[in-house]
């Protein structure tokens, strides 16, 4: 039935058999950002499309790790000077060549662990980029649909997916086409891996913020900065990570 309830009751299944099925992948992708973190790096996230919305779920939020750093398309704008036309090309996340402006602006440091996110896991830009971790010896881990990623052709002139390239992939339970309630006739409405991927995040922060605190080490986490005492407590973990930590509005 397509309506409010219907997708909440389809919605339900789908988060618990991401919990279920995805703790040991959870516990392995914890594992490459908690060692990344104590050694001195940056967790960088990408995604493209409402594959931003995961990204943005890791980064510079109340209740979050502090060295965060969200790429996305928009820097090549914001801070690569390219011109805004750039961003009307509804295609622009096929392009494999931005991949390289866009870890040039980022400018990462050895230490650093990758997440990237893609429902499909096919596109040029999503799978240039973790080629390009890769190739630097950046942890990878990847968030996409499993079910969805196998029943499409690689866009990526090396046939690979994203899958291909992960040291961990995190499936987010979305399936093919990822809407989840289907048409009379064909077809299917309300999307999913926002809601998954918004839980996937959540979760692996708290494995994350747990290995720290087995280690007996305080995790660096973000106050809400609406609470007295946020800012100063925010700025100065941020201070920690000068100039590779970019904030925007």
Same mark, same amino acid.
């Given at each position: 039935?397509?309506?409010? %309830? ?7 299944? +789908?988060? @618990?058999?991401? &919990?279920?099925?995805? *703790? ?46 969200? $790429? ?14 750039? /961003? ?23 230490? @650093?662990?990758? #997440? +990237?996110?893609? %429902? ?5 830009? #999503? #799978? ?14 990847? +968030? ?10 690689? =866009?990526?002139?090396?046939?690979? =997916?994203?899958?291909? /390239?992960?040291?961990? #992939?995190? @499936? ?6 990822? *809407? ?8 299917? &409405?309300?999307?999913?891996?926002? +809601? ?17 605190? %087995? ?5 660096? $986490? ?28």
């Amino acid at each position: 039935m397509i309506s409010a %309830q219907g997708y909440a009751d389809a919605v339900r299944p +789908v988060l @618990d058999r991401l &919990v279920e099925r995805g *703790a040991e992948s959870l516990g392995r992708a914890a594992d490459l950002i908690a060692a990344s973190l104590r050694d001195g790096g940056v967790l960088q996230t990408f995604g493209a499309g409402h594959s931003e919305a995961f990204a943005a779920e890791l980064v510079a939020r109340a209740g979050g790790l502090v060295p965060t750093n969200r $790429i996305s398309l928009h820097d090549l704008v914001l801070h690569g000077g390219a011109s805004h036309q750039v /961003l009307a090309d509804p295609k622009l996340e096929r392009d494999p060549a931005v991949a390289h402006q866009l870890y040039a602006i980022a400018a990462p440091q050895p230490q @650093d662990v990758f #997440v +990237v996110a893609s %429902q499909s896991g096919i596109n040029g830009s #999503v #799978v240039e980029l973790a080629l390009l971790a890769t190739e630097r010896g950046h942890p990878l881990i990847a +968030v996409t649909s499993v079910e969805h990623t196998g029943r499409v052709a690689p =866009r990526h002139p090396s046939g690979r =997916r994203l899958v291909d /390239l992960a040291d961990v #992939v995190l @499936d987010n339970g979305a399936p093919y086409g990822d *809407a989840l309630l289907p048409l009379e006739g064909g077809g299917a &409405v309300c999307a999913v891996s926002s +809601v998954t991927s918004a839980l996937l995040a959540q979760l692996l922060t708290a494995e994350v913020v747990r290995r720290f605190h %087995q280690a007996g080490e305080a995790p660096p $986490i973000y106050l809400s900065a609406n609470v007295p005492g946020g800012d100063e407590h925010n700025l100065a973990l941020e201070s920690r990570y000068a100039g590779r930590l970019r904030r925007t509005a």
